[in-house]
């Protein structure tokens, strides 16, 4: 099978949902510009302080992945399954609540919401502008082994691609 690199960008955590839309295309602008096509599955590592500092020195503890395919997007949701099989079980299972996200909701909120509930993993899936998925991973034994799992993701089983 190719061997398949994803490229994991930096997210400040105060980037809210309304602005993640102009900055996912500032990102798609810059790797274009650097000769990296569309990417069919785009990686953010949600991190606090200056963006490069703070995404070199601490592992990932909370990551945002944009997913416009609907073929990759199932293909992470069966991924993060066999991911959630793996994960440690907490000791006692919080009250499930709704999240709570507007426009204006930095991504700090929702992820200290998730937290909040023992959650490590929320999709949303929007069909108006953007017809396509996010999905919040928290903890670093989520998103290490997600990644471990993103390669198949992305390039498939028949290694022909997805994209």
């Given at each position: 099978?190719?061997?398949?690199?994803?490229?994991?960008?930096?997210?400040?955590?105060k980037t809210t949902l309304g602005e993640s839309g102009?900055?996912?295309?500032?990102?798609?602008?810059?790797?274009?510009?650097?000769?990296?096509?569309?990417?069919?599955?785009?990686?953010?590592?949600?991190?606090?302080g200056p963006l490069?500092?703070?995404?070199?020195?601490?592992?990932?503890?909370?990551?945002l992945l944009v997913i416009l395919d609907a073929k990759i997007r199932d293909?992470?949701?069966?991924?993060?399954?066999?991911v959630e099989m793996r994960e440690p079980k907490p000791q006692a299972t919080p009250e499930t609540r709704k999240?709570?996200?507007?426009?204006?909701?930095?991504?700090?909120?929702?992820?200290k919401q998730m937290a909040a509930q023992s959650m490590t993993v929320l999709s949303l899936t929007f069909?108006?502008?953007l017809n396509g998925s996010f999905f919040f991973l928290r903890?670093?034994?989520t998103i290490s082994e997600f990644l471990k799992e993103l390669p198949n993701c992305v390039i498939?089983?028949?290694?022909?691609?997805?994209?």
């Open positions: 099978m190719p061997q398949y690199q994803v490229p994991i960008l930096p997210m400040s955590e102009e900055f996912i295309a500032g990102c798609i602008d810059l790797l274009e510009e650097r000769g990296t096509p569309m990417q069919p599955v785009m990686v953010f590592a949600v991190v606090a490069q500092r703070a995404f070199l020195a601490h592992a990932i503890d909370a990551m293909a992470v949701m069966e991924a993060l399954s066999r999240i709570k996200f507007k426009d204006n909701t930095p991504v700090k909120s929702i992820f069909t108006e502008d903890t670093p034994f498939g089983d028949d290694d022909e691609g997805l994209n």
